[in-house]
């Protein structure tokens, strides 16, 4: 058996092996750790002529029985050995943990805690669902019709299937894409480069559980190959900067998963008691290694800008790169060293402008881009932003970065700009009437809650059951 696994393209289940492939590497010491086959956009187009079978499989099932399948497939993703490509490989849990670190750059410690948020949500899917359907009869999805709430109900699927153009930087984001099995919609993902392998485990795991494998396209491709997904499948989800998703603003089929730009607001009835919450702001910056759209890039306050500014960075400005197995690791390293390059750059460039000042610098020992044991790392910025007309005070990066801004309570929310998620730290009936109003806000934590904590019971970047189906009038003849 070759030593190196190679991970296959999955055309409706069924393993290819391309002659087209690529290495995946670790970023720090550059072994070669799978191969993997890519594919051109001609066999993606190809093999989606045929979606409908895929979709047929799925049509078998009742939504209960396929919840009872990912409750299965989230203790498979978790606990078991699973195939890990076509040529006899298989991956533990533990296997799946180094591999993905050693890609990545996230520490062991970062990669546990997603793969527990992904356990939770399959192992959870009924609630999962009943907070997305806000409390449908699950059995009129088999139906398609059905009677709830005194009224005839009817739905129907909007989609082929659901076309998903991932990210590497954050494995935790495929959960975002598992309500779509118990919706009865077949899968087509393109990984990300460094990151095929949660979604290549889940798809295993699934398939273990009991889920028919024709339900799951896995398609290593290029921008080409990305488009086709994008635009066939009928709905679909893509991760990225403004500058690979701007060109779907516009497309009500595709999901946009961009910068969240999340934010903390403190009111002033609660200002006074600001060192109270330097923990939880710390937290909301810094958790997972601040890659996630859920992070906090500014914190926004009526006054005591600087001395906030300055216990943050006094916190988390000294944070050094260590072992990824070390259980208290806070910094993940780039895979990609030239965009660490890249935001070091972007950083300093704007701080050129006046009115902002890195009060970490005066905490961190060396320079902000660092080298540890062959990996690349950025240390933690915090940033004091004069106003929030500075450039760096709305801007987000794949690092433990933020911006403290200090605005009147009464302009907050014209300033904010979209949020995904705002953490608003308040008690004042006036001020969270205006929060709860705002159009601006997709998630609305109130009181001293992390912008990184997820009720999987509500919508989570997107509602994905209103994404998927559509309810339509009906009248049926006794």
């Given at each position: ?8 393209c ?47 499989t ?15 497939a ?12 076509d ?12 591999t ?79 309500p ?8 087509i ?77 403190v ?145 907050m929310?014209?300033?904010i ?13 006036s ?48």
């Amino acid at each position: 058996m070759n030593s190196i696994p190679h991970i296959p393209c999955l055309r409706r289940g069924a393993s290819y092996e391309s002659l087209d492939q690529i290495d995946i590497t670790g970023y720090a010491t550059e072994q070669t750790l799978a191969t993997v086959s890519t594919v051109n956009a001609g066999i993606i187009r190809r093999d989606l002529k045929r979606i409908n079978e895929a979709k047929a499989t799925l049509q078998n099932f009742s939504v209960d029985q396929l919840i009872d399948m990912s409750s299965k497939a989230g203790e498979a993703f978790l606990k078991e050995t699973l195939p890990l490509g076509d040529k006899g490989h298989h991956q533990s849990p533990s296997d799946y943990i180094n591999t993905l670190s050693s890609t990545s750059g996230l520490p062991h410690v970062m990669v546990k805690r997603n793969m527990q948020k992904i356990y939770h949500a399959l192992t959870h899917m009924r609630t999962v669902l009943n907070g997305l359907t806000r409390g449908l009869d699950l059995s009129i999805l088999d139906r398609g019709y059905g009677e709830q709430f005194g009224t005839r109900i009817s739905y129907y699927s909007t989609a082929k299937a659901l076309g998903l153009v991932m990210p590497s930087n954050s494995p935790a984001v495929n959960s975002l894409w598992l309500p779509a099995i118990p919706l009865k919609t077949p899968v087509i993902i393109k990984p990300g480069r460094e990151e095929p392998w949660t979604p290549y485990r889940l798809i295993q795991s699934f398939i273990a559980a009991g889920c028919p494998a024709e339900a799951f396209g896995f398609y290593p491709t290029d921008h080409e190959g990305a488009g086709v997904i994008l635009q066939t499948c009928g709905r679909a989800l893509i991760f990225g900067d403004k500058n690979t998703t701007s060109q779907f603003a516009n497309d009500p089929r595709i999901q946009i998963h961009g910068p969240g730009f999340s934010k903390i607001l403190v009111g002033e009835d609660q200002i006074e008691q600001w060192p109270d919450f330097i923990d939880l702001m710390a937290s909301s910056i810094a958790e997972n290694g601040g890659r996630s759209c859920i992070n906090a890039s500014a914190v926004i306050v009526p006054k005591y800008g600087l001395e906030i500014a300055d216990a943050l960075a006094k916190r988390l400005g000294p944070l050094q790169p260590t072992h990824p197995e070390d259980a208290e690791a806070r910094l993940s390293g780039f895979a990609n060293p030239k965009m660490a390059t890249y935001i070091d750059g972007a950083i300093e460039q704007d701080l050129e402008e006046a009115g902002a000042q890195d009060i970490t610098a005066r905490y961190r020992t060396g320079k902000r881009q660092m080298e540890f044991e062959g990996g690349t790392y950025l240390s933690p910025t915090i940033v004091h932003c004069n106003s929030m007309n500075h450039p760096l005070a709305n801007r987000e990066f794949l690092c433990p970065y933020a911006s403290v801004v200090e605005v009147p309570q009464s302009e907050m929310l014209e300033s904010i700009g979209p949020s995904l998620v705002v953490t608003a730290i308040t008690r004042d009936p006036s001020f969270t009437q205006e929060l709860l109003n705002s159009d601006l806000i997709e998630r609305l934590n109130l009181g001293a809650i992390p912008t990184m904590k997820i009720s999987w019971d509500q919508p989570h970047e997107g509602n994905m059951f209103e994404f998927l189906y559509k309810r339509r009038s009906i009248e049926r003849e006794a």
